[in-house]
């Protein structure tokens, strides 16, 4: 059975850094498009990033554009999160996901998820 497990979620203080990875088990995902999603309480679920698995052209939500940065990690099954300047407001669980389509993820058509991974921003 197709697992991802996300990681490296925790507490940081506003401006700070933090790096999220997701990897799939039982089965490779050499060539899927995998994103990631966050859920902020009392929020909907909402897009953050996605990379495609042919080319790794990346998308981002616009209010995470030019602070995260989206990379497939160096097993192949892999996919990161790099997360800069926190603020609260990036407080959320964050989920890993496959997407269907090179830029399905944004429109919110996915595949798999996650259990998710908590991150806590403190100002």
């Known amino acids: 059975q197709v697992q991802l497990v996300e990681s490296g979620g925790g507490l940081v203080q506003a401006g700070g850094s933090l790096r999220l990875s997701c990897a799939a088990s039982?089965?490779?995902?050499?060539?899927?498009?995998m994103g990631w999603f966050r859920q902020a309480p009392g929020k909907e679920r909402e897009f953050v990033a996605s990379i495609t698995w042919s080319n790794s052209i990346a998308y981002y939500a616009d209010s995470v554009k030019g602070r995260f940065t989206i990379s497939r990690g160096d097993a192949r099954n892999t996919v990161n999160l790099q997360m800069n300047k926190l603020n609260s407001e990036d407080t959320a669980v964050y989920y890993c996901?496959?997407?269907?389509?090179?830029?399905?993820?944004?429109?919110?058509?996915?595949?798999?998820w996650g259990k998710g991974t908590l991150v806590t921003v403190s100002s």
């Open positions: 039982g089965r490779t995902f050499a060539t899927y498009n």
């Open positions: 996901t496959t997407c269907p389509g090179a830029d399905t993820c944004r429109s919110g058509l996915v595949g798999l």
